[in-house]
Structure formats: C-alpha cells, structure tokens
C-alpha cells in the first residue's frame, strides 16, 4: 500500500496544480498545507507567504468570514459560497468557495477549499438586467399574468395617443423598463429616449434641465421618481412642462398611489393632474407570479446567447422557493438574484437549489417560517393554542394582507372594502411591518 501510495504522489501533486481551481488546505490548527499555483494567481501570494502560518496571520477578515474556519469547527462541508476579502497585499478578491473536512480513521485533521475566480466575470455581470444593447419593446416584457398583459395594452394605447403617462408602482416593478417600451412603442418614432432621475432637492438640477430642453424636440423624457423631489421643485418641473409641452413626449413615475402622496404632501396635485389622463399601475412581482418563470427562462436563454451558459432547466425546488417568495425588491431583486446565480455557473445544466447563494436560502427560509396561510387560523384539538393577542395580531394582518391583494394594492379600494378609513389602513399596515 505504501509503495502504491509513493507512486501515486507525484501524480497527486500534478494533478494539484495544472487544475484550474484554486487549492487551499489547512491543518487543525488552520495552517497551510497545500497552497497550488492557480490559488497563488488568485490570490497573488507566493507559496512562502501562506505555508506553515495561520490563515487569519495571512488574509484579512474575521473569523466568522472565513469558510476554511467554518469548517474546521463545525466539520460539515459549506458548498457554493461567494466571498470576498481582501489578501495581505490590499487587493480584493472573489471567489467561489467548496470547503470541505478531512477526515482520517473518523479524526477531524483538516480542511480543504477549492475556489473559482470570479472576479473579472463579478465586474462584468453583476449589472441591472436591462438586456443588454437590445431595445426594450413591449413584445419583449414578460406577461404571461393578467396583470402584466393589461399593463401592456394600456402602455401600447398610451403610445398611441402620445400623452403625458404616469407610471405608479413600488421600487423595483420596471417602471423604467416600461417607459422605454412605450418610447420604442411609437410611431411616429421620437429622436431620444432620456431619463431624468428626478432624486435631487437642489435647485441647480431643476434649472439644468430647464436649459436642457431648449435644445430638445421629438423625444421621450422619462421623469423618475418625481415624488422625490420637493413640493417647490415638483410646482417648478411642471412650469417647465408646460412651457415645452408640444416639443416632447413627458413619462413620469411615482413609488406608491399617488392619493396617498398627494394627501401626505409628497407629491404636488397639479403635478399630478397633468400626468393623471393616463396613468398604468404596475403590479408588485409578488401578485404576478406567473410572470417568474418566464422571466427566469428569458434570462438564462439571453445569458447563453452571450456568456454560453449551459443552465436548461430549472428544479422544482427552486421554482417553488421563486414562486412562493414574497420579493419585497420585486423584479430588480430577482434581476441581481439571477446576475449572482449566473456569476457561479460552469457547466452545471439545471439550476438547483444548492446553487442559489446562502442570503437567497435563508431568506425563503425566513419566509416560510413567518407567512400565514387561511389554515393556521382554524383551531383543532391537535394544535397548540396562541395567546390571543397573538392570534388576533396575525389573523388581522393575515386579513389585511389579502385585502390588499385583492385590490392590487390600492388602498381607497381596500380601505372602503374593509369600512375603515385610508388613514386607518395604512396605519395599521405599517404597524403591522415593524
């Protein structure tokens, strides 16, 4: 066994470093033993710099981030960890990590982590997806849902009559993706499509699109988030407005019902009015779940155009953890989810739930620990009975909940439904998310 053994090692440390994976093993006591040649080029270390010493002597970052420690004192494996830290040099890296125990005769000796670079691809990906240099159109935005087919005929009816369009949803629901479709939506065409995030309270921003507009005509102005601007600068955006209202194609989006922010003072009412003529209501993600997998699919079908991504398929498991996770961050959050994803793919063929990133995991995790269905609130004699504060606390927010939802978050609808007062319902709501 020896002389087989003695006749494999040379094999056994080629193997180590023409491999295309980083190689680092630790003893116990968390010293270097195997340090190969790709984790030298990962890492930018010489050999001499990490063997014999601990790796927290070495690399920069708290016990608790490191997945080789992690591993050492639990003696379970920590697969498809993303992480990024900072070499002794000051230079920050981001790998995929494997880590793994060693185990001899039933001993915990070691561990041992193989680790991919990711952090040319992380720079190059890890971007809002927004297709890329396609043009956005409306025949290209996901809407297997009623919701988002509605969305899209009211869209290619605002195209048609050319008015001022107000776009109302929560952060993150495409509203910018929608303005650009209904910009590429008209015919005839305009020059430009040019957003203005109107996230500034300074005067100058104001005035420097006012002098912008002097040299604009024929195009498509997308105005974002104009309820973050001030009462004043709001009054002043629409005096400039008016006096270019025939040169251009104004679009304007708000985060919430525009009632509320006009009644909260957060959104001028004149300001609303000129854009109110034709406004679209942009679903939450969490009341179109049809629309997810097609937009999962259309993502990994467009990644293997570019990148040559091998993912066909996705498991169940992760198609039920997407459909019944709530995305409070809506389809932004599910765009950077799948950037993450993408930015741990080789040649892996089917999406699987290992493969989603530990903060995702835990998360739905969180979730299906916390959501409530009709169900919990029956009492039978197998169940444990709540206080009932408790139980009244949950099953009104339960309630609540499901008021909103059928009503699309509107909240004079649900509030009128619910006979109680819009500023009673938002109250409680957000008492309830505290």
């Known amino acids: 066994m020896t002389n087989t053994m003695d006749n494999l090692l040379p094999f056994y440390k080629f193997a180590t470093e023409q491999v295309t994976v980083g190689i680092h093993a630790v003893d116990i006591l968390g010293k270097t033993i195997i340090y190969n040649e790709k984790m030298k080029e990962i890492e930018g270390l010489n050999s001499v710099d990490v063997v014999d010493r601990s790796i927290l002597e070495v690399f920069q970052f708290e016990q608790q981030e490191s997945t080789l420690l992690k591993v050492l004192h639990s003696g379970k494996p920590v697969l498809r960890v993303k992480q990024t830290y900072w070499n ?33 691809l992380e720079r190059l990906i890890f971007q809002p997806l927004k297709r890329n240099s396609e043009a956005i159109t409306l025949s290209t935005i996901a809407a297997e849902s009623q919701l988002m087919k509605e969305v899209k005929e009211r869209s290619l009816k605002a195209a048609h009559v050319r008015m001022p369009v107000l776009l109302i949803g929560e952060a993150g629901t495409g509203k910018d993706l929608i303005a650009e479709a209904i910009h590429n939506q008209l015919s005839p065409t305009n020059e430009q499509f040019i957003n203005l995030p109107c996230h500034s ?14 040299h604009l005509s024929n195009c498509t102005i997308f105005c974002e988030r104009i309820d973050l601007l001030s009462i004043d600068l709001q009054n002043k955006l629409l005096q400039i407005l008016m006096e270019n209202r025939d040169q251009n194609l ?29 406004t679209i209501n942009i679903p939450p993600l969490r009341y179109r779940t049809d629309d997810i997998l097609p937009i999962i699919h259309d ?15 996705v498991e169940d498991e992760v198609i039920q953890a997407f459909l019944t996770y ?73 309630y609540l909940q499901k008021a909103m939802e059928k009503y699309d978050s509107n909240i004079t609808k649900a509030a009128e439904a619910l006979g109680m007062s819009r500023q009673n319902l938002q109250y409680r709501l957000r008492k309830m998310k505290k």
């Open 88 to 120: 002794r040099n000051g230079q920050e890296i981001t790998t995929i990590n494997d880590t793994y125990p060693v185990f001899e005769q039933g001993n915990l000796i070691g561990a041992i982590e193989f680790s991919r670079d990711i952090t040319t």
């Open 201 to 214: 309270s300074d005067d100058h921003f104001i005035n420097k699109f006012e002098q912008e507009l002097l």
């Open 250 to 278: 104004y679009i304007a989006s708000i985060g919430q019902d525009p009632i509320d922010l006009v009644y909260q003072n957060q959104l001028s009412k004149e300001l609303y009015y000129y854009f109110a003529t034709m």
């Open 299 to 313: 993502y990994f079908h467009r990644y293997l155009n570019r990148y040559g991504s091998t993912i066909q398929e």
């Open 326 to 398: 709530e995305w409070p961050g809506n389809l932004k959050e599910l765009e950077l989810l799948l950037d993450e994803i993408s930015s741990m793919i080789t040649t892996e063929s089917i999406l699987k739930f290992d493969m989603l990133p530990l903060h995702f995991k835990l998360k739905v995790q969180d979730f299906n620990e916390t959501s409530k269905k009709a169900e919990d609130f029956v009492i039978s004699p197998d169940k444990e009975l709540l206080p009932l504060d408790e139980y009244l606390r949950e099953a009104e927010f339960y």
